[in-house]
T-cell receptor, first 114, second 114 residues
Framework: KNQVEQSPQSLIILEGKNCTLQ??????????LRWYKQDTGRGPVSLTI?????NTKSNGRYTATLDADTKQSSLHITASQLSDSASYIC?????????????FGAGTILRVKS | DGGITQSPKYLFRKEGQNVTLSCEQN?????MYWYRQDPGQGLRLIYY???????QKGDIAEGYSVSREKKESFPLTVTSAQKNPTAFYLC?????????????FGPGTRLLVL
């Protein structure tokens, strides 16, 4: 069964600290993996996309990594800010032969405290 | 929100009533999608449309209907057959339905049952 599991479910950190969110997936075949940021009551916004051959991708203070062999990804946030408080969603695409179906994780809720 | 608008922001449904959620995009995108988001779960695909005048069922289409008469518009009707409609509904669009295309999400509509 194609699944995307994220951990932790929620996380509280102090402003200025770093954190790492985890994503494990069983989606096969694999096309690409994205991380989205969703503010409360809003739609998700894409942060990064990585294909099979990419190991890391950065977007400002956000750095995503991908290990396609172990089917794991992480999102590292550096020097956190209050505006980073949001849900972070890992999304895996199953590829063209499966209609480019997207499988969404449940998200990690991050709260940054001052 | 990338040029995608959803209305209303909140919608209340009475038992036995059909309600329609609006989704409009000015991005000239061919593909549009409807997702349902429930607490603690990943987004689930209700319907999608790869091109105007065409649409396909997603994973949870029962109790929902859509139309795609115009490229810019993809309204979703929640029918009385949907027994558990309370959720956050997200509309998205992408340039095409290819796996590397980024989906841009609207701000969402929260549907509540009276």
């Amino acid at each position: 069964k194609n699944q995307v599991e994220q951990s932790p479910q929620s996380l509280i950190i102090l402003e200025g600290k770093n954190c790492t969110l985890q994503c494990n997936y069983t989606v096969s075949p694999f096309s690409n993996l994205r991380w989205y940021k969703q503010d409360t009551g809003r739609g998700p916004v894409s942060l990064t996309i990585m294909t099979f051959s990419e190991n890391t991708k950065s977007n400002g203070r956000y750095t995503a990594t991908l290990d396609a062999d172990t089917k794991q990804s992480s999102l590292h946030i550096t020097a956190s800010q209050l505006s980073d408080s949001a849900s972070y969603i890992c999304v895996v695409s199953a590829g063209r032969e499966y209609g480019n179906k997207l499988v969404f994780g449940a998200g990690t809720i991050l709260r940054v405290k001052s | 929100d990338g040029g995608i608008t959803q209305s209303p922001k909140y919608l209340f449904r009475k038992e036995g009533q059909n309600v329609t959620l609006s989704c409009e995009q000015n991005l000239n995108h061919d593909a549009m999608y409807w997702y349902r988001q429930d607490p603690g779960q990943g987004l689930r695909l209700i319907y999608y449309s790869q091109i105007v005048n065409d649409f396909q069922k997603g994973d949870i289409a029962e109790g929902y209907s859509v139309s795609r008469e115009k490229k810019e518009s993809f309204p979703l009707t929640v029918t009385s057959a949907q027994k558990n409609p309370t959720a956050f509904y997200l509309c998205a669009s992408s340039r095409t339905s290819g796996s590397l295309e980024t989906q841009y999400f609207g701000p969402g509509t929260r549907l509540l049952v009276l």
